[in-house]
């Protein structure tokens, strides 16, 4: 009995100790205020979870922050993510929803031309790569983040558009 014991022992103790590096470290946790979010055009909303919003992050990182840092836009400063351009986008792009069409199928600000050919899209994955291996909750993910910023960080998000 006694070496099984040292062998859970040594596994509990790796475990615990693994959680205690890598767990607090990593997680996001944000107050669930901050995560109720528009989810569509009808004004329903929604409650992104810390995962969710730790999955989006990671996305908007990884294929959006090159050209939208800190909610900026990189050559068009005028169209920000902060949720004053969302809204007055059409169709407005203030919620997950129209977020994600945006993502699937982006268009001029005026809602007249598709962009997908110049901004990356799944529907062009063909041309953006990076965009094939995102799964729909991915995307909904990332739609998520955008629109938990502002009310994180206010001003900083998209702020400074002249400075662009
Ligand atoms: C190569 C640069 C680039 C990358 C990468 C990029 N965008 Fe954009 N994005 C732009 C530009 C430029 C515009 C303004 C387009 C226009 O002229 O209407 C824009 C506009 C937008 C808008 C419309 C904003 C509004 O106020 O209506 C959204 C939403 C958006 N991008 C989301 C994303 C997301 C999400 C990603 C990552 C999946 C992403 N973008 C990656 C350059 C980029």
Known sequence: MRPMRLILWAIATLFLGWQVVTGPALAINVDQSYRTIKLNEAGDTTIISNKQLENGKRVFNNTCS??????????N????????????AFPPRDNV??????????????????????????????IWSEMRNY????????????????SLQGYMWGGGKTVN
């Open 66 to 75: 090159q050209c939208h840092m800190a909610g900026r836009t990189k050559t």
């Open 77 to 88: 400063p005028n169209v920000t993510l902060r949720l004053e351009d969302l809204e007055g």
């Open 97 to 126: 929803a129209a977020l994600v069409d945006y993502i699937n199928e982006p268009m001029t600000y005026d809602g007249e031309i598709d962009i997908s050919d110049l901004h990356p899209s799944t529907k062009r994955a063909d």
């Open 135 to 150: 799964t729909p909750d991915d995307l909904k993910d990332a739609a998520g983040y955008i629109l938990v910023q502002p």
